[in-house]
């Protein structure tokens, strides 16, 4: 996997120095090889391992110098995301960030109440929601493979609206806000082991650009 990221990455650089060298401002060039490095070939990867779940990111990507000025807004957004929510697995991918929490910091075994001490770390994440509006959020909810099909993905959906709603609660539009529960149909790591049934239990919140974003750096790639 390594590998492969390591080749996209060059691959991607090369082409964006050769053939925007002349057109592109340094600016530019900076956005686009930062947005290589940190995130367009995530969005390679995530696209070839088949995982639906990354379906709003890769959706939502625009490409091009657009793309690259996006993913340098959503570089600083992450790295303060990183640093405001430490018990949170924030990531760069594709255009896009993908923050995930274990279903243990939001909630009580087999329930989609919030527990009491969610709220400091949502509201850690709405603080930063806050500061940059012009993002979607579309909010996931992942169970482990134990129980029925049925029950994981009614449970997977309750507890992604319940995380919906309270971000709404604490000011975030909700306009900005989708939900979808994907139960045990998208696991990124092995249901043979407790501790791999643990890390697919989480809540993820896939972070894109809206159209006021885009409008924006295509203004700015002008």
Same mark, same amino acid.
């Given at each position: 996997m390594n590998k492969i990221k390591y080749i996209s990455v060059c691959i991607l650089t090369g082409i964006i120095l050769i053939?925007?060298?002349?057109? *592109? %401002?340094?600016?530019?060039?900076?956005?686009?090889?930062g947005t290589v490095g940190g995130g367009v070939a995530g969005a390679v990867i995530g696209r070839a391992s088949g995982n639906t779940a990354l379906g709003a990111i890769i959706g939502a990507t625009v490409g091009g110098v657009t793309g690259a000025i996006i993913g340098r807004k959503?570089? #600083?957004?992450?790295?303060? *995301?990183?640093k405001e929510i430490p018990n949170a697995t924030v990531e760069r991918v594709?255009?896009?960030?993908?923050?995930?929490?274990?279903?243990?910091?939001?909630?009580?075994?087999?329930?989609y109440v919030l527990s009491p001490g969610a709220t400091g770390s949502l509201n850690n994440?709405?603080?930063?929601?806050?500061?940059?509006?012009?993002?979607?959020i579309e909010v996931q909810g992942h169970t482990d493979s134990?129980?029925?099909?049925?029950?994981?993905?009614? @449970?997977?959906? #309750?507890?992604a609206k319940a995380v919906s709603n309270?971000?709404?609660?604490?000011?975030?539009?909700?306009?900005? @806000?989708?939900?979808k529960g994907y139960g045990e149909t998208a696991p990124k790591y092995s249901n043979d082991t407790e501790e791999g049934r643990a #890390?697919?239990?989480?809540?993820?919140f896939?972070? %894109?650009a809206n159209a006021k974003m885009i409008e924006d750096a295509k203004k700015e790639a002008n």
């Open positions: 053939v925007g060298c002349k057109s *592109m %401002t340094k600016t530019q060039k900076g956005a686009a090889v959503m570089d #600083k957004q992450a790295e303060e *995301m990183k594709g255009e896009g960030i993908v923050v995930e929490f274990n279903d243990k910091i939001l909630f009580a075994f087999d329930s994440l709405v603080d930063v929601l806050i500061k940059y509006p012009d993002t979607d134990k129980g029925t099909t049925n029950y994981n993905q009614t @449970l997977s959906e #309750k507890r309270y971000l709404s609660q604490k000011g975030i539009a909700t306009s900005r @806000l989708t939900t #890390k697919n239990r989480v809540v993820e896939h972070i %894109t």
